[in-house]
């Protein structure tokens, strides 16, 4: 959080159940960031991170923290990747060539697929 | 298998119910985050990227069907309808609720298990050979004294608040299946010169950011002295092991600091004035627990040859996948948790149904979870392998690939974990993908990967390692080649600049050609033909032009 | 429920701990255990108490007085020719292995617990118990919460400096976290090997 001016949106993990969730726009906890509120200057990155300490000492969520994000046509796009997987879920692939599906002989034509 | 008794089960259902006030005072306000965090550690609760985890104790990795029942039970209830099998042999859900998580506790303390000690500063599950028992290769059992160590270490008052974790393997085989030399403590159950049985133990090896291979700095321990040993070495540890550095805070470095030969003569005279306490491991208790692991009522029968024509994948299965028994007319079957292109160790609830099922029915209600994100079904008898194999099969477990290429132990990685720099999983399954056609050719090689420098993926000691980092913002991939685990412990070494996620997939696949290129026959293994060739030509194949 | 008593039900390591209402071995007895006092910081048998004891300053007051390792040994045999009761103060990490014989000249004995985290106190308080023998109060203080305070017993310690509003509440209540199993043997239950114990049936 220094030299140029980046936008910031907070998140942290719900308490109870351990989401990730987002600032919004309203000041509640969203589990999308596309809801996020950008903070773009000091004083709203500064506001942002305290309202996070805020909220963890209210015990709503834990460990608050801020990420860069990139202002996209699409929305934010969080800067760090490990940011983006956290957004987005696991990224486990379920469409492998060659991988095999719990069906009786599939095994084998898997294998054969991945030639 | 050990079985709980009264006392047992009531110092977990007093863990169980401490921890749920604990939970509730949280959800109250009445503990902060730091003051619960250290408290919800000691019960195998992680923050981590995505949601909480959950990490349940497998102690020395063994479960019975009705555990396993549970925790498919688990799985669909609480969480995501999946479980996590680890390298040290325990169990993670990826997915519970806090608020959930004392009635989860709740359900595991009705069959006798629990999550105490999974994580924190304090002594860990205790890992064993995943073959014990049924292995000819072993001098006895070593789980009595996993078991025996297990106990003693369960709320210790004075070990709780060590500078870092600390974690205890035990093997008593020839081939060492626990990666002894790379704990915090190795013990090799032996016969001693005397006749009687001891152990070799092994203190200071890890991996991680520092990884070491371990010391003997004692050759012959009588059984009757375990305890009182440990708790030498704990006590040493606590009292002088580094607590300014996080990164330097595990019993390896304080060995490497002071020296093996010192290290050992502190724990020598803190030994010899315990000795005699009440530490002191009489004959009668280490009989009273050795009879909970007696063998189970084998039929001492011949085999009857099987009379159905040869069919490839069966054959495959069991040339790779099981294990010689010592009891003739039975067999260790191994079950892969590595589908081709799956997501390594990973169980959904049917499957740990149906594997519970076959413990139950073809294996004396036991299943043994490996280090190696696999499972193992002990005492099978011959003429069922087949009927085991289609069961597998028919819920996509059956894959013959035990050893293999695509039998990749993997971290959870930057797709789960918040410690993670780079994800493992998917370059798991794609080189799992890459190469399963070619995987019978290539024959034993194990590829271990983490997702970051605390090596959970174990990648020091694969003969192909892969290390996850973070470059620029970017994954990135470290190559390392040579490594092992076994009673031949060595260290993998880079092999040179590290590949992106792409290029890693390419790399390793490199690397298999070059071996399949060079070895002098079918029958050396990658590891033999590394040590044969060297390093060199596969340098040239990844990084020349 | 603590009560005038727990002190001997609070048997849980290898070694003996120091009875309750007054001090045992050392020369010089104590004015009191410090009066009961809801206010005081000091928890020893049952209740809160003020403490009794002055933690040393120059000139050194003609009571009670807590020293560091430090002066002690720096001004040992003027310490030495105090009448007034003398306690010790270790700091994490700091030897004992040193002090031997001198250590029974210790009314008290203060280990400071700096972070939840750091337990090296633990490892001290055991081998004061057991190695030395060491009789008299054994005091815990610095980061003392409740849910330590059941290992802290068991290591030997009973007495404890609590300044940390939930845990006075805690203790005051009888609601101290504990397992009251233990699975750790101790020389306690001689002759007989048995390796746990319920701490409720150690009668005092």
């Not at chain 2, 996590?84 to 519970?96: E, I, K, V, Y």
């Not at chain 2, 590595?338 to 076959?358: H, N, R, T, W, Y």
């Not at chain 2, 092999?495 to 690397?511: E, H, L, Q, S, T």
């Not at chain 3, 429920?1 to 003996?16: F, K, P």
Request: glycine residues 8%; hydrophobic residues 40%.
């Amino acid at each position: 959080m220094n030299k140029a001016p980046t936008v910031c949106v907070l998140t942290a993990n719900r308490l109870r159940d351990g989401t990730v969730v987002f600032l919004d726009f309203e000041g509640a906890w969203s589990e999308t960031l596309l809801e996020a509120v950008a903070a773009r200057s000091p004083d709203e990155v500064r506001a942002l991170r305290d309202r996070g300490t805020y909220d963890a000492i209210r015990n709503i969520v834990v460990e608050p923290y801020l990420i860069e994000v990139h202002e996209t046509a699409n929305g934010l796009l969080p800067i760090r990747y490990r940011e983006r997987v956290r957004a987005a879920g696991p990224s486990v692939l379920d469409d492998v060539p060659g991988y095999s599906h719990p069906d009786p002989g599939a095994t084998h034509d898997a294998h054969a697929k991945a030639a | 298998m050990y079985r709980y008794d009264e006392f047992d089960r009531e110092f977990v259902r007093q863990r169980v119910a401490q921890f749920r006030d604990q939970v509730a005072r949280r959800l109250a306000g009445e503990l902060t985050e730091d003051e619960f965090k250290p408290l919800r550690l000691m019960n195998g609760v992680y923050l981590q990227l995505h949601a909480y985890m959950l990490r349940i104790a497998v102690p020395y990795g063994t479960l019975n069907s009705r555990q396993m029942r549970k925790l498919a039970h688990i799985a669909r209830t609480y969480d995501r309808g999946t479980g996590h099998f680890t390298t040290r042999q325990n169990l993670q859900f990826n997915w519970p609720k806090l608020a959930d998580i004392p009635d989860i506790l709740g359900e595991l303390a009705s069959v006798e298990m629990h999550a105490i000690q999974t994580s924190g500063n304090c002594i860990r599950n205790v890992t064993a050979d995943h073959f014990a028992g049924a292995t000819a290769e072993e001098v006895a059992d070593p789980r009595p004294y996993a078991e025996i160590i297990r106990q003693w270490s369960s709320l210790h008052p004075e070990f709780s608040f060590l500078p870092r974790k600390f974690k205890v393997a035990v093997t008593a085989a020839s081939r060492d299946r626990a990666a002894i030399r790379v704990h915090d403590i190795g013990l090799e159950l032996k016969r001693l010169a005397t006749g009687s049985l001891g152990f070799a133990v092994f203190v200071g090896g890890g991996q991680g950011r520092t990884p070491i291979i371990a010391k003997c700095i004692r050759d012959e321990l009588p059984e009757a002295d375990l305890l009182s040993y440990l708790e030498a070495v704990l006590r040493i540890y606590n009292l002088h092991g580094r607590r300014d550095n996080k990164f330097k805070a595990r019993i390896k470095i304080l060995v490497h600091e002071i020296g093996a030969a010192a290290f050992s003569a502190q724990v020598e005279e803190e030994w010899q004035r315990i000795r005699d306490s009440a530490l002191r491991l009489p004959e009668h208790e280490i009989g009273r627990i050795r009879a909970y692991f007696a063998p189970p009522p084998f039929e001492h029968r011949p085999s009857k040859a099987s009379l159905r024509p040869p069919e490839r994948n069966f054959e495959r299965w069991v040339t790779r996948n099981t294990h010689t028994h010592k009891e003739p007319g039975y067999a260790i079957v191994t079950i892969s948790l590595k589908p081709i292109g799956g997501v390594p160790g990973d169980a959904s609830a049917e499957q740990m149904e149906a594997i519970a099922d076959l413990a139950q029915q073809y294996s004396f209600d036991e299943v043994r979870v490996s280090h190696e994100q696999n499972l193992v079904l002990p005492h099978v008898r011959i003429e069922d392998l087949r009927r085991v194999h289609a069961r597998l099969q028919a819920v996509g477990l059956g894959e013959a690939n035990a050893g293999l290429v695509t039998d990749i132990i993997a971290c959870p990685g930057l797709d789960y974990c918040a410690l993670a720099n780079a994800r493992s999983i998917p370059i798991a399954q794609r080189i799992s993908a890459r190469l399963a056609a070619r995987q019978d050719a290539i024959g034993d090689l194990k590829i271990k990967i983490s997702g970051c420098i605390n090596a959970c993926g174990h990648h020091h000691v694969g003969h192909i390692g892969i290390l996850g980092v973070e470059k620029r913002g970017e994954e990135h991939y470290q190559l390392l080649l040579g490594g092992s685990g076994a009673e031949d412990a060595a260290l993998a070494t880079i092999a040179g600049p590290g590949f992106g996620p792409d290029g890693i997939v390419d790399a390793v696949a490199k690397v298999v050609d070059t071996y399949l290129l060079l070895r002098a026959s079918a029958n050396e293994t990658f590891l033999a033909a590394y040590g044969r060739l060297g390093p060199a030509p596969f340098k040239e194949a990844l990084y020349a032009r | 429920m603590l009560d005038e008593g727990s002190a001997h039900r609070i048997n849980g390591s290898s070694v003996g701990l120091a009875p309750t209402g007054g001090t045992v071995g050392p020369a010089l007895p104590l004015p009191g255990q410090g009066a009961r006092d809801p206010a005081g910081t000091i928890w020893h048998a049952g209740a809160f108490r003020s403490d009794p004891w002055a933690h040393a300053g120059e000139p050194l007051p003609d009571r009670p007085v807590i020293v560091s390792r430090q002066r002690w040994l720096a001004e040992r045999t003027l310490l030495m020719a105090r009448k007034a009761p003398l306690g010790l103060r270790l700091e994490a990490g700091e030897r004992v292995d040193d002090l031997g014989p001198d250590l029974a000249r210790f009314s008290l004995i203060a280990l400071a617990f700096p972070t939840f985290a750091d337990g090296r106190a633990f490892s001290t308080a055991r081998l004061l118990r057991d190695k030395y023998a060491y009789r008299g109060e054994l005091r815990a203080v610095g980061n003392v919460l409740s849910d330590l305070i059941a290992f802290m017993r068991r290591v030997g310690f009973d007495s404890f400096e609590v300044t940390h509003g939930p845990t006075r509440r805690a203790l005051s209540e009888g609601r101290i976290p504990e397992v009251t199993l233990c699975y750790q043997p101790s020389d306690r239950d001689a002759p007989h090997w048995v390796r746990r114990r319920r701490l409720a049936d150690t009668s005092s």
